[in-house]
């Protein structure tokens, strides 16, 4: 098949041409070694300069927003569309490109995929206008994904369940395998004789972090070796604990070292529109480093540890928390049985959109 990706250059803040990684980079990556064509449009919000090339079997170009005021990569998409004639059109990323991919998919006469790693409707809630568009292209699209259960539960509504598949999120492929603790500590100059307790991510207070530190205080009344470990963006208005370790944003290849190097992983959240649908990527990169974690348990998490529900805890509840990273700390490493792989996640969904296709030709034929 042709398949056309729309997508922000840096979803989550990273650029996809620079350090390619995660759901945008992977699944194509393995759509493209699967045998399928594949093409990604990005659109730049900064003034960077076009980008075409191919990498990796991968055609990739990316516009800037500020070029004529997005019509540069208007024109890219509506000449793919029209002159490429893909089989789909895969919005992604955020809310626009899937409205986008839906309607190129209408005016040029192509499938049309929409796919989500979060409820985009929790970001900018005051907009209803973008959000009845977002509902609108969700219910005319020919097929939606995401990347879990629940989520794909609230973008099906109003359309048949036959055209909606799960696309779960996966650990990148480089890194994220169980090492040697000690060494790991080691190298991010990590205290040895203590028990280390682990977050990774931002450390904002509407994910429920300050439950987190209160925990950790609470538990070092009764095991004074602890120490609370903390990496990712930190919001103006968040303290952290003074004895607290705070390692600032590690790159990429620094994380599998911090994972390995915890006793617990912790992934706090609270229930809320956005985070009853978020699916962390951190919980499924400590998973696959065999680190213990403990999870707020959120319809997300429940689903993602689904075989493994003593290490979610009621959202909300500091004695809850404190017992499950309690129960957690002397476990070891933890077999989680078989968690998704990019290429698992990218067969299942080539498989999917070649049916749909397949089944299109004979009903036209």
Known sequence: MKLVFLSKRRPMGRDLIASPYGRFFNLPLELARQGHEVHIALLSYRQDR???????????????????????????????????????????????????????????????????????????????????????????????SAAGPALLELMSQGRPSDSAIVASMAPDPVGFVPLPKGECRSELNLPQDKQLIGYAGGIFPSRGIDLLFRAVADLKLTRPDLQLVLSGRVHSSVELPKDAIWLGYLPDDRMPMLLNSLDVAAVVNKRSAFGDHSYPIKLYEAMSCSVPVVASRTPATEWILRNHPKHTVTPGDINDLARGIDAMLDKGRVDYDAIPTWGSVAESLGMFLTRLSQNQRDDSG
């Not at 997005?70 to 789909?88: H, M």
């Not at 899937?98 to 005051?126: C, V």
Request: aromatic share 14%; proline share 3%; glycine share 8%.
């Open 50 to 144: 076009p980008v075409d090339l191919t990498v990796d079997g991968i055609h990739w170009t990316s516009d800037s927003i500020y070029s004529r005021f997005g019509f540069s990569y208007l024109s890219r998409v509506r000449q793919l569309a029209d002159q490429l004639r893909p089989d789909w059109i895969v919005g992604c990323s955020d809310t626009y490109f899937g409205i986008l991919a839906q309607k190129l998919g209408k005016k040029y006469g192509r499938n049309s995929i929409i796919d989500a790693y979060d409820n985009y409707e929790g970001y900018l809630s005051w907009c209803k206008p973008l959000h009845a568009m977002w509902r609108a292209s969700l219910r005319r699209a020919t097929a939606i």
